[in-house]
């Protein structure tokens, strides 16, 4: 299979299916190619990106520089759906390691947390008793 890559004035594009790879991943992909060649982004379609790559050493094949690309915008797009994945993980080792530091965290936020449920559950017998002083008895 032959990719795609359109050649014009010693530029190469490089289309980018947003269905297929985030807006984040082209971006990150861009700056990381950014010491080797000049990087311009356009709007082709409705989802698709023209990624532009123009080499800054005129001795670099733009074939080679449109499939380097293509691998590091692979890359990207795995980083970020990997750290999307695991954001929850990395957030629970971080507490813990922020709690095994220094225990005092701990107790405050446990604390907190029971002010809040205190406030929570007064608010709540405020609601239910203004509700039945409100509602008119009924007569025999």
């Known amino acids: 299979m032959k990719p795609k890559f359109e050649i014009a004035d010693g530029w190469i594009m490089v289309p980018v299916h947003l269905k297929v790879y985030p807006l984040q991943a082209v971006h990150s992909s861009g700056y990381a190619f950014m010491d080797r060649a000049h990087v311009r982004l356009e709007e082709e379609k409705k989802d698709v990106v023209a990624v532009w790559l123009k080499p800054k050493n005129d001795k670099h094949d733009l074939q080679k520089l449109a499939l380097e690309f293509s691998d590091e915008l692979l ?49 709540e017998e405020k609601q239910a008793s203004s509700k039945t002083k409100t509602t008119p008895k009924s007569r025999k």
């Open 75 to 123: 890359n990207y797009a795995h980083y970020f759906s990997s750290l999307k994945a695991n954001a929850e993980n990395m957030k629970v080792l971080l507490q813990r390691a922020l709690f095994s530091a220094s225990p005092s965290i701990v107790k405050e936020a446990e604390e907190k947390e029971i002010e809040n449920l205190i406030k929570e559950l007064e608010a």
